[in-house]
């Protein structure tokens, strides 16, 4: 069982940056068995893959549109997941969603992969 916190979202121009910070907590294990990843939803749209980190210290993988500007990291000891957001823009804004999930390779960029998840975080991002 795992519990997700998001934090760390807010309001920033474009050109700016934020650090999403979500804490897990974890029942009868550690959060390094647990591949973990950010999703985003924005009004009227599909929630969407950003990035991931495959569990046990695997790669990351981001989308395409995130690549280059968003760097994703944890640390297991503190069961903690962070998502660095640089160079910001108006397509950024969303409610970020943490998850975590023992989903194959295959499925890391879905939701499906995802069994828990944390209520999320608004980014705002002004132009």
């Known amino acids: 069982q795992v519990q997700l916190v998001e934090s760390g979202g807010g309001l920033v121009q474009a050109g700016g940056s934020l650090r999403l910070v979500c804490a897990a907590a974890?029942?009868?294990?550690?959060?390094?068995?647990?591949?973990m990843a950010w999703f985003r939803q924005a009004p009227g749209k599909e929630r969407e893959f950003v990035a991931a980190m495959f569990r046990y210290g695997g790669n990351s993988y981001y989308a395409d549109s995130v690549k280059g500007r968003f760097t994703m990291s944890r640390e297991n000891a503190k069961s903690t997941v962070y998502l660095q957001m640089d160079s910001l823009q108006p397509e950024d804004a969303a409610v970020y969603f943490c998850a975590a999930g023992s989903s194959a390779l295959s499925a890391i960029t879905l939701q499906r992969g995802y069994a828990y998840w944390g209520q999320g975080t608004q980014v705002t991002v002004s132009s």
């Open positions: 974890v029942s009868g294990g550690t959060l390094n068995r647990y591949t």
